[in-house]
């Protein structure tokens, strides 16, 4: 399938020069990975293209080597225009299954290359963890089979790089599902179970319910759960439903993430990660290309803050190079 029979190409480039996608290279190969930025995060500005771009991977050719899940909402941050139980009705019951607390992972093959990609990023942490865990998995357990035309999707569990609100006593990959490449279909749940068992990798379980019941679950053992509506010949439609515990859990953790580190250290850090996004925010309302986004954060009184503001621009999905860029921050402040 081409790029240019999935979305508007020229919109895409348009988006990428105002800040609403990010274009990412391969190191080494021709290939660039799309995804949504933060300016679409702040602005909500979701559309044809920025949901289409959550990591899809394009080869120079124009030729989508790897289409991942669309960009999905839970039920509150839904457009008022849809209704979920008239979704339910027409294509219900859904296949309703685990939300695993992690990050998305979108595998890719190129010729004899593969990898693992993040949703924004070939060579993130989390991208560099996946793909060496794959590889050493597939050197104790053998060749991966997996179906043709299908882009397999993982969440990854890296509680090193990122701790989890939920604690797994597992550290790798979960395969979600294989989203396929020329119509965004989805495998069934028994399909699905199939290519997990064959090759040795965990599945997120399935959770026997109806919509309904699904909205009322609660659990301190998950993040939540996710209602896929199965329509032939194209996507799906997706829904999230985070369970109201991991919510509240989720704010404690925060709360006790910033507690570990030294009082005056910590303060400087949230002042310091305060201030870039203030100015990334402000810069969001007021630049549309790379060129005006770099002057902005170079003008006096933002240029201290200028390699944070940069890194929150640029690594939406790197949230371990933003802390670093605010840390040295803090650390050139504390020096002079």
């Given amino acids: 399938m081409l790029l240019a029979d999935y979305l508007d190409v020229e919109k895409l480039r348009n988006h990428i020069n105002t800040g609403l996608v990010t274009a990412r290279r391969h190191n080494t190969l021709p290939l660039t990975i799309y995804c949504y930025g933060r300016k679409a995060v702040f602005d909500q500005i979701w559309d044809d293209v920025t949901t289409r771009t959550r990591g899809l991977i394009v080869d120079d050719a124009g030729v989508i080597v790897a289409r991942p899940y669309e960009k999905f909402f839970s039920l509150e941050q839904l457009p008022t225009s849809v209704d979920i139980h008239e979704i339910d009705k027409k294509y219900g019951p859904p296949t ?15 010729g004899i290359h593969w990898g693992v990609a993040s949703k924004g990023s070939f060579h993130s942490p989390h991208a560099e963890f996946a793909t060496k865990w794959l590889e050493d998995h597939v050197e104790h357990n053998g060749k991966l089979v997996f179906p043709d035309g299908y882009t397999p999707v993982f969440e990854i569990i890296c509680q090193e790089i990122q701790p989890h609100v939920i604690k797994y006593t597992y550290d790798g990959l979960y395969l979600l ?25 965990e599945v997120p379980y399935t959770h026997g319910s109806n919509l309904e019941t699904a ?3 609660d659990s301190d053992r998950y993040e939540g759960l996710v209602a896929t509506y199965n329509i032939p010949g194209e996507e799906p439609f997706k829904l999230k439903i985070k369970f109201p515990t991991f919510l509240e859990n989720r704010k404690k953790f925060y709360a006790e993430q910033k507690l570990k580190e030294q009082p005056e250290i910590s303060t400087a850090i949230a002042a310091a990660r305060k201030k870039v ?3 990334v ?12 986004f770099a002057e902005f954060f170079l003008i006096e009184d933002n240029r201290p803050y200028a390699p944070a503001c940069f890194a929150m621009l640029n690594y939406d999905d790197d949230k371990e190079k933003q802390a670093r860029a605010v840390r040295r921050v803090v ?3 504390q020096t002079q």
């Fill in 96 to 110: 309703i299954t685990e939300k695993v607390n992690g990050c998305l992972g979108i595998f890719w093959k190129y």
């Fill in 177 to 201: 599902n294989f989203v396929k490449i020329e119509t965004g279909e989805e495998l069934g749940r028994e399909e699905t179970d199939f290519y997990g068992f064959t090759n040795h990798l």
């Fill in 215 to 217: 909205l009322m679950a």
């Fill in 277 to 279: 996004a203030s100015i």
């Fill in 281 to 292: 925010k402000e810069a969001l309302t007021k630049c549309t290309t790379q060129k005006e």
């Fill in 331 to 333: 650390d050139r402040q």
